[in-house]
């Protein structure tokens, strides 16, 4: 499997607090994107990254700022950290063969 | 963007059977893959899928990218074997990576 690195793995932060949660990949992989797994509701795609400083937006975007000032990093920033923002979060990239990988996820919980 | 339904989305399976999960997408693709969500969490590749077919072990897949479908089958159903499946569909190019909503697959002993 491909080396992908999500930190922190768990995170309990308090309302208005910004929170950002790294994506770290050691396989150089150009693809990249951050979803969110909420009961009843699948995986859904907050942003995502076609390559260095290219990034855009996915279907549930509001809250969510992202970053990528290098391949290996994709940083996802909760500006203002609200209750509804309360989730798993998943990391993928896409590798060569256009195959995609998953981090282990992060738990994120907002008191 | 590309849309991927999933069918069907909840199956108990007494342990043993065999059953067929879909996966249909409204455009091609250069990517098709099947994961599996354990109940820890974890999302585990099963087939990277494309075209044609692929067995591994129990779990075979079988894509027919001219009519959009995928389908995953389980074979003599395991109970380590539920838990969430999902489908997933790249157009290519600087487009998302694209998830059916999964199928809830439940294994009784």
């Known amino acids: 499997d491909a080396g992908i690195t999500q930190s922190p793995r768990h995170k309990v932060t308090e309302t208005g607090t910004p929170v950002t949660l790294r994506c770290h990949q050691t396989?150089?992989?150009?693809?990249m994107y951050w979803y969110r797994q909420d009961p009843g509701h699948g995986l859904r795609l907050i942003h995502y990254?076609?390559?260095?400083?290219?990034?855009d937006k996915g279907e549930v975007s509001d809250g969510y700022s992202v970053s990528r000032s290098k391949t290996e990093d994709f940083l996802l920033t909760l500006e203002s950290a609200t209750s509804s923002q309360t989730s798993v979060y998943f990391c993928?990239?896409?590798?060569?063969?256009?195959?995609?990988?998953f981090g282990q996820g992060t738990r994120l919980t907002v008191v | 963007g590309i849309q991927v339904e999933q069918s069907p989305p909840d199956l108990i399976l007494q342990e043993g059977a065999n059953s067929t999960l879909r996966c249909n997408f409204s455009d091609s693709v250069n990517n098709l893959q099947w994961f599996h969500q354990n109940p820890w969490g974890q999302l585990i590749n099963l087939f990277y899928?494309?075209?044609g077919t692929k067995q591994n072990g129990r779990l075979s897949a079988t894509t027919v990218a001219t009519e959009r479908y995928s389908l995953l089958y389980i074979s003599s159903s395991q109970t380590t074997d539920s838990g969430v499946y999902f489908c997933?569909?790249?157009?290519?190019?600087?487009?998302?990576?694209?998830f059916g909503k999964g199928n809830q697959v439940v294994v009784i002993p």
């Open positions: 993928a990239t896409l590798g060569q063969g256009a195959e995609a990988f």
């Open positions: 396989e150089n992989h150009r693809y």
């Open positions: 997933a569909v790249w157009p290519g190019g600087n487009n998302r990576l694209a």
């Open positions: 990254s076609y390559g260095v400083k290219d990034t």
């Open positions: 899928i494309p075209s």
